[in-house]
């Protein structure tokens, strides 16, 4: 029998950098902008944090293979 797992959703939380490319992307918004404006800007610097981060997994997952490709293990006897 197996144990239930337990997971833990969390919320992203954008950092600065995330919500200043959605700027450059889409222009700054508003003063005057309403609540729907500014949470579809907090929804897009989340999908810009979630970008980030996979661009940044896959970055190390290529140079750990590339690093492997250049020195690639001896075979053993």
């Given amino acids: 029998m197996t144990r239930p797992t337990k997971s833990k959703i969390e919320?992203?939380?954008?950092?600065?950098?995330d919500f200043d490319?959605?700027?450059?992307?889409h222009g700054p918004l508003p003063p005057s902008a309403s609540e729907a404006a500014r949470a579809e800007r907090y929804r897009?610097?989340?999908?810009?944090?979630?970008?980030r981060q996979l661009e940044e997994v896959v970055s190390v997952g290529n140079a750990r293979s590339i690093k492997?490709?250049?020195n690639p293990q001896k075979p053993q006897k």
């Fill in 11 to 17: 919320a992203v939380k954008p950092d600065q950098q």
């Fill in 21 to 25: 490319a959605v700027e450059r992307e």
């Fill in 44 to 51: 897009l610097a989340q999908a810009a944090k979630i970008t």
């Fill in 68 to 70: 492997k490709k250049r």
